[in-house]
């Protein structure tokens, strides 16, 4: 097996807009790759468009058919292109799921990416970044992982050059969350205080071209859901706090998931505070990484 080129993600801040006619929000997120990644096989052999997934152990929760985003890469992937394909999908689950870290979509861009060239790139890269943003939000930007500026419902990538390599500690709560749980929650709240609007959204779409200088934007680790989070899983806000109290320079919420992450200022400082929280209560996962640039 192979897990060269998936990654998983940080949301390093994100700002939601309001909901959209289409049901989705307008957001905007630096987004940073992160190489945590799943185990991913991708085969193919001449058939008429059968696609079988093999999950590795540990992996119950997870949808194993026609659900699992995996497998609607592989199936969009044949519907584009004639179907003369059967695939063989073999994963082994390494990033926790619901945490906000963009496994599932990562795991479905390296499928396009893989059945893209093994059968001789029958696709144009902007028929595939379409196919990407069709299988969720976050699922384009691991179509070519690096430092971004994400917009639209996610599927606008703005490229962050020069962008500072960060050490982070991630730590996962036991609970996991639904993204589009969390969303729901936090419309609710728009409604309640629509007056206020103006006040919990202060930081919409205007950003789209910031940090091309390199430099950290403004409201740099801000997560707009992160008290959604909090409230829906109180654990997440006690392990951003640990992180803080253990030296973080700042930490924050990811996406819309369980997980958090603390900034330090080095990879063995983010190492050993990982290693001290790991299973600090049951079911808890927490590791380090050192972003690219
Ligand atoms: O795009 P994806 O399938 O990952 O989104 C899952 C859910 O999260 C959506 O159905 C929607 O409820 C919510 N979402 C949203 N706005 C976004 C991205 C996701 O409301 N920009």
Same mark, same amino acid.
């Given at each position: 097996? +192979?897990? =060269?080129?998936?990654?998983?993600?940080?949301?390093?801040?994100?700002?939601?807009?309001? /909901?959209?006619?289409?049901?989705?929000? +307008?957001?905007?997120?630096?987004?940073?790759?992160?190489?945590?990644?799943?185990? $991913?096989?991708?085969?193919?052999?001449?058939?008429?468009? !059968? %696609?079988?997934?093999?999950?590795?152990?540990? #992996?119950? *929760? $997870?949808?194993?058919?026609?659900?699992?985003?995996?497998?609607?890469?592989?199936?969009?992937?044949?519907?584009?292109?004639? !179907?003369?394909?059967?695939?063989?999908?073999?994963?082994?689950?390494?990033?926790?799921?619901?945490?906000?870290?963009?496994?599932? *979509?990562?795991?479905?861009?390296?499928?396009?990416?893989?059945?893209?060239?093994?059968?001789?790139?029958?696709?144009?890269?902007?028929?595939?970044?379409?196919?990407? =943003?069709?299988?969720?939000?976050?699922?384009?930007?691991?179509?070519?992982? /690096?430092? =971004?500026?994400?917009?639209?419902?996610?599927? %606008?990538?703005?490229?962050?050059? &020069?962008?500072?390599?960060? &050490?982070?500690?991630? %730590?996962?709560?036991?609970?996991?969350?639904?993204?589009?749980?969390?969303?729901?929650?936090?419309?609710?709240?728009?409604?309640?205080?629509?007056? =206020?609007?103006?006040?919990?959204?202060?930081?919409?779409?205007? /950003?789209?071209? !910031?940090?091309?200088?390199?430099?950290?934007?403004?409201?740099?680790?801000?997560?707009?859901? &992160?008290?959604?989070?909090?409230?829906?899983?109180?654990?997440?806000?006690?392990?951003?706090?640990?992180?803080?109290?253990?030296?973080?320079?700042?930490?924050?919420?990811?996406?819309?998931?369980?997980?958090?992450?603390? #900034?330090? !200022?080095?990879?063995?400082?983010?190492?050993?505070?990982?290693?001290?929280? /790991?299973?600090?209560?049951?079911?808890?996962?927490?590791?380090?990484?050192?972003?690219?640039?």
């Amino acid at each position: 097996m +192979s897990g =060269a080129g998936i990654f998983a993600k940080v949301n390093l801040c994100l700002h939601v807009g309001p /909901r959209r006619p289409d049901g989705y929000h +307008s957001l905007g997120s630096v987004v940073v790759p992160i190489p945590w990644a799943d185990v $991913l096989d991708v085969r193919v052999k001449p058939g008429a468009g !059968r %696609v079988e997934l093999i999950l590795g152990p540990g #992996v119950e *929760s $997870l949808p194993s058919g026609e659900a699992n985003l995996a497998v609607r890469a592989a199936r969009g992937f044949l519907d584009a292109t004639g !179907r003369g394909h059967d695939v063989l999908i073999r994963l082994a689950k390494r990033v926790p799921v619901g945490a906000g870290l963009g496994g599932g *979509s990562a795991d479905a861009a390296h499928v396009l990416h893989r059945l893209d060239a093994l059968c001789g790139h029958p696709l144009r890269p902007g028929v595939l970044r379409t196919l990407a =943003a069709s299988l969720g939000s976050d699922c384009p930007f691991f179509l070519d992982p /690096r430092p =971004a500026w994400m917009s639209g419902r996610g599927e %606008v990538l703005t490229p962050l050059v &020069a962008f500072p390599s960060l &050490a982070l500690a991630i %730590v996962v709560p036991a609970a996991r969350l639904s993204t589009a749980e969390v969303f729901r929650v936090f419309d609710e709240r728009q409604v309640l205080t629509r007056e =206020a609007e103006g006040d919990i959204h202060p930081c919409l779409l205007v /950003r789209g071209d !910031r940090g091309d200088g390199g430099e950290m934007p403004y409201r740099a680790f801000d997560n707009d859901l &992160a008290q959604v989070v909090f409230d829906l899983c109180p654990r997440s806000r006690e392990l951003r706090d640990a992180l803080l109290k253990a030296g973080a320079v700042a930490a924050g919420v990811t996406g819309a998931g369980s997980a958090v992450f603390g #900034v330090f !200022r080095t990879f063995d400082a983010a190492n050993g505070v990982a290693r001290n929280l /790991r299973g600090a209560a049951p079911g808890e996962i927490a590791e380090a990484f050192e972003t690219g640039t």
